[in-house]
């Protein structure tokens, strides 16, 4: 009997033991994985740049058009020096193409959002989901504010500002 359970003892051990293993293997690959989909997603890559990215799905709604319209007046109006320096890029991706996957899981994806990402070397170095739109969407008064400060925060945490 004590040999029955010592083995059944080794074998949980040695079950819990490869379990933590390929548990660590995973989280590393999903890990590289990003930092890949990083490199091909932006291969501009080679300095500090920040990325305003409008996520949105098939479907918009006012509010979503409203959001991409106040987005974008801003950028032109304020922004407009560092993105002709290429120090500020703008994208829009729809996250329902499947070649577009990869950003609703980057920057959790629930809705349309106006996300800032700062990428060095290729590398993503930190995000903020700007969720305050939604509420400011139908007024330009507090969205413009808004949107400009938050941005101008990323672009000087990039080292990005004169």
């Known amino acids: 009997m004590r040999i029955k359970t ?3 003892i080794l074998l949980l051990l040695f079950s819990l033991v490869s379990l933590g293993y390929a548990l660590h293997t995973t989280f590393r ?13 932006f291969p501009e890559g080679n300095h500090s740049m920040v ?12 509010t979503c058009k409203d959001i991409l319209d106040r987005t974008t007046e801003t950028l032109r109006s304020v922004f407009q020096e560092h993105l002709e320096k290429k120090t500020l890029i703008y ?5 329902d193409l499947p070649e577009n996957k990869e950003y609703a899981a980057t920057f959790e994806y629930f809705a349309t959002s106006v996300v800032l990402a700062h990428y ?28 400009a400060e938050e941005l101008t925060a990323m672009l000087e945490k990039g080292g990005l500002m004169p």
């Open 51 to 62: 990325y305003v990215l409008y996520l949105h799905g098939n479907a918009k709604c006012i």
């Open 29 to 41: 690959d999903l890990r590289d994985e990003k930092k890949e989909i990083a490199r091909k997603a």
């Open 6 to 8: 010592s083995a059944g």
């Open 91 to 95: 994208r829009e991706i729809n996250v």
């Open 120 to 147: 060095e070397e290729g590398s993503l170095k930190s995000w903020k989901n700007l969720d305050k739109v939604w509420d400011f969407a139908d007024n330009p008064s507090a969205f413009d504010p808004y949107f």
